[in-house]
């Protein structure tokens, strides 16, 4: 099928209540292992690009790839830019066919955040585009800051319904306790639920789950096994996922998950099969087992047979 516009995977998700996985990509193993767990489970499926993406692969690349693929799936693909710096890039973006860009103004204050997302909005609307904006600051959470200050980074409800009325975004990044990569929590995941149902009564429009890996402790233990160092690596639990989509969430971002599959799979075979060295049958093999990850959060997410 032609890339699918988000808006429309959004709008059935809402409605339904389930969530659509977003899945980064940046090689060609990457956008297989995605759409062939989608068509798999006759799901709709998002496949991301961030800026260091692009940059590594080139954006006519990707498009192709993505496309190529996509084109030959009996199922939804969207083509999403993940944390889009600005308006010359979301606009860059969508004249090379995506159909959904983020615009990551959550750095500024929020009249500036409001003002730079709008306009990306404003753009994305003439050409039929989804845009997905954040209010609210992810990122690493100490244990020695304290609640108010904890607090402070997450997105305000009010602010939120201010933001959404103002910049007319589909879809807004909240923070509510996540972060990217694989340190997000020491122990248990500390996220604030109230706030996403208490956020989504007041916007009513998609909410979106940033550093939603689930950092899995067998992969984790692979990696260290065969020679890598990784350590207090920590993310979500499946209650977490299920919690946060009854309470409005209706994408959640996975990259860390795939990216320590891929490395524990390879670490593996590498140490296993030292006389190795075509790339097909090291590439193959953490190709597959990407896409089990990604087969097994489409159907967290609720999100398997609603293509
Ligand atoms: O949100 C961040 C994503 O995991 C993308 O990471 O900038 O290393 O591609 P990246
Ligand atoms: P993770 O690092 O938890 O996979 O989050 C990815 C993400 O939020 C991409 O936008
Ligand atoms: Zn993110």
Redesign the pocket.
């Known amino acids: 099928m032609p890339l699918e516009y988000l808006s429309r995977m959004y709008e059935r998700a809402n409605r339904e209540n389930y969530a659509i996985g977003?899945f980064?990509v940046s090689n060609l193993e990457f956008v297989q292992a995605a759409v062939g767990a989608a068509v798999e489970l006759n799901a709709p499926v998002i496949l991301?690009t961030?800026s260091s993406a692009i940059k590594y692969a080139g954006i006519e690349t990707l498009v192709a790839m993505v496309r190529s693929v996509a084109d030959r799936a009996p199922v939804p693909v969207a083509l999403h830019l993940?944390?889009g710096e600005d308006l010359a890039q979301a606009e860059l973006c969508m004249k090379h066919g995506y159909t959904s860009v983020m615009i990551d103004a959550s750095h500024a204050p929020l009249e500036e955040n409001i003002r730079i997302s709008r306009e990306v909005v404003q753009r994305a609307r003439l050409m039929g585009v989804t845009v997905e904006a954040e209010l609210g600051r992810l990122g690493g959470i100490e244990d020695h800051v304290k609640v108010s200050e904890r607090e402070a980074f997450l997105t305000d409800p009010d602010d939120a319904a201010r933001f959404v009325r103002e910049s007319g975004c589909d879809a807004l990044a909240v923070a509510v306790g996540?972060s990217?990569?694989a340190y997000?929590f020491k122990g248990r995941p500390v996220i604030d639920f109230e706030r996403i149902s208490a956020i989504k009564r007041r916007v009513g429009i998609a909410l979106v789950l940033?550093?939603?890996?689930s950092v899995d402790p067998a992969s984790v233990a692979d990696i260290n096994r065969y020679g890598g160092h990784l350590e207090d690596a920590h993310?979500l639990d499946e209650p977490s996922y299920r919690e946060a989509i009854l309470r409005g969430i209706n994408k959640v971002?996975?990259?860390?998950?795939l990216r320590l599959k891929w490395t524990a799979v390879l670490r593996r075979l590498l140490a296993e099969k030292p006389g190795e060295f075509d790339p097909r049958k090291l590439l193959g093999p953490a190709r597959d087992a990407v896409r089990e990850v990604i087969k097994e959060k489409i159907r967290l997410l609720g999100s398997a047979g609603k293509a």
């Not at 940033?210 to 890996?213: I, L, P, R, V, Y």
């Not at 971002?253 to 998950?257: A, R, V």
């Open positions: 977003q980064n991301a961030s993940d944390h996540t990217h990569g997000k940033h550093g939603a890996s993310g971002n996975i990259d860390t998950d």
